[in-house]
């Protein structure tokens, strides 16, 4: 099953229980993906965060059922994933221009041409078919990493924190990467992964860490913390360019390259790699993104 295929999957079964609970992880489960990998392909691929999706996939049933019914507004909000009738129509305004009782009365056609239509392979497959940058492929060894890290919320919620913790992380680390002995190399990682389920306090979080390469863990700065990175094979990408345009690589990464490349991807964290090539700020800046692959 290709990359494609796996969202799919995941879009027919949103499809079947738009009127029930949809968890992330079952979604991903579904997908063949891990939680986090399911979340950056998804919006990547489709162009949409799931959760934004499914809200608007809902919305846009429940336009249906507001010019082919006659059933109360409430109950159609209830069915549509929403807690109350208020807010339904905030959502139904914010997404449509309008309210459901005004859209009921004026006809569904003054809003159906802002419904989200139903994801398709086709679609998929048009969405999706440039690819102009090819990675090279490697087998890493074990890699162990001191540094400073923390939790954030993914670009990929409602709730995103990523560029408020993230540039902090890295703040800290500057100062004190000197503390860091026993270094292999002359260059800083940005490692980033999935907590396990049961260590987070919110669906969407990660955990990053602003870190280095070392020898071993015989001298620990204090304050920091380590990761044993497993052995195993990457894709490198490198992003070219400032890095408020990143998200435009990971999204081409995820989407385009991931759906063509027949690659598929393995859990472990991906690593972002600073070295002597990175300039902050400045549009000859470069930086190697590693994806890990089977």
Request: proline share 4%; with cysteine; glycine share 6%.
């Amino acid at each position: 099953m290709d990359h494609l295929q796996q969202i799919q999957r995941a879009v027919d079964y949103i499809e079947d229980h738009l009127n029930d609970d949809l968890p992330i992880e079952a979604l991903a489960r579904e997908a063949a993906f891990s939680t986090w990998h399911f979340q950056i392909v998804f919006k990547a691929t489709v162009g949409d965060t799931v959760k934004n999706y499914v809200r608007s996939r809902r919305l846009t049933k429940s336009v249906i059922e507001l010019g082919t019914s006659d059933r109360k507004v409430l109950d159609i909000a209830l069915d549509a994933g929403f807690e109350s009738q208020e807010s339904y129509t905030r959502a139904f305004k914010q997404l449509f221009g309008t309210t459901p009782g005004e859209c009921r009365a004026q006809g569904i056609k003054s809003v159906l041409s802002l419904s989200k239509p139903r994801i398709t392979m086709e679609y998929l497959d048009h969405l999706n078919g440039g690819m102009t940058m090819q990675p090279k492929i490697k087998e890493l060894e074990e890699i162990k990493v001191v540094g400073i890290g923390n939790c954030f919320i993914s670009i990929l919620s409602p709730d995103k924190n990523n560029f408020v913790v993230i540039p902090k992380l890295w703040d800290n680390y500057n100062k004190r990467s000197s503390e860091i002995t026993g270094r292999k190399a002359h260059r800083d990682l940005g490692v980033c992964f999935q907590p396990d389920a049961n260590q987070k306090k919110h669906p969407d979080e990660c955990f990053y860490i602003a870190c280095a390469e070392v020898e071993s863990f015989d001298v620990i700065p204090e304050g920091m913390m380590t990761k044993v990175i497993p052995p195993g094979k990457y894709a490198i990408f490198t992003h070219k360019g400032q890095l408020e345009k990143l998200q435009h690589t990971m999204n081409y990464i995820y989407g385009a390259w991931l759906a063509k490349s027949g690659q598929k991807l393995r859990e472990a964290p991906d690593l972002e790699i600073y070295d002597e090539r990175f300039k902050f700020g400045s549009v000859d800046s470069e930086l190697d993104i590693y994806i890990p692959i089977k």
